[in-house]
């Protein structure tokens, strides 16, 4: 495996279900990001984890809660979704948190009903 | 407050048919100025990074290019692989490092 993956590649659940999405980095990057895209709307950056400290939280919700074990693992876990969390989640990284070249993984295409 | 904004939200091109894409910026104290390419079902993948006015980078048939106001990314005979949306991001002194999105141009290249 190379550059950054992430499972599933797609997801559907119920508002009441919980769920996790895993990203993983094979680049020996220090930071990390979860993004949202949703239709027609830019890239709004959620989390960003360096050296495993998450050191961005750009007012989510906390029926979004991320966690990272360490410099190659990140997850978002998931829980009583609402029908407008239903987006594309991307996992990013980089060399450190001040390296601006970001590479992301393919996304999870997630569907809450 | 910093903004981005890309123009066209959508173009169509013949192939060969050079034309450029539009990123024009308000940011004060601009740490850097990026293009990324996304594909359908994809995350983005990185093009370029520019950090000050009059500084150009190419890559094949792409070229980005800086002013104070704007960049462009030109595409100079392009192909139907080309098709992609294309997206323009900064870093400013006042983002804590964080990269800030456009809303991206949706290039078409018809064969």
């Known amino acids: 495996e190379t550059g950054v993956t992430q499972t599933p590649r797609h997801l559907v659940m119920g508002m009441t279900n919980k769920k996790s999405l895993k990203c993983e980095q094979h680049?020996?990057?220090?930071?990390m990001y979860w993004y949202k895209q949703s239709a027609k709307k830019p890239l709004e950056l959620m989390f960003v984890?360096?050296?495993?400290?998450?050191?961005e939280n750009n007012s989510v919700p906390s029926r979004f809660s991320p966690e990272c074990p360490n410099s190659s693992h990140l997850f978002l876990h998931l829980h009583t979704l609402q029908p407008e969390d239903s987006a594309l989640y991307l996992c990013?990284?980089?060399?450190?948190?001040?390296?601006?070249?970001?590479?992301f993984g393919p996304g999870t295409r997630l569907t809450v009903t | 407050e910093d903004q981005v904004t890309q123009s066209p939200e959508a173009l169509r091109l013949q192939e060969g048919e050079s034309s450029s894409l539009n990123c024009s910026y308000t940011?004060?104290?601009?740490?850097?100025l990026f293009w990324y390419r996304q594909d359908p079902g994809k995350g983005p993948e990185f093009l370029f990074t520019l950090y000050s006015a009059g500084e150009e980078k190419e890559k094949e048939r792409l070229k980005a290019t800086l002013t104070k106001k704007e960049s462009f990314l030109h595409i100079t005979a392009p192909k139907p692989e080309d098709s992609a949306t294309y997206l323009c991001?900064?870093?400013?002194?006042?983002?804590?490092?964080?990269?800030?999105f456009g809303s991206g141009t949706q290039l078409t290249v018809l064969p």
């Open positions: 680049l020996g990057h220090n930071a």
């Open positions: 991001a900064f870093i400013s002194s006042g983002s804590a490092r964080q990269l800030t």
């Open positions: 984890y360096s050296l495993e400290e998450r050191v």
């Open positions: 990013a990284s980089s060399q450190t948190r001040g390296a601006y070249e970001q590479y």
């Open positions: 940011v004060s104290g601009l740490r850097g």
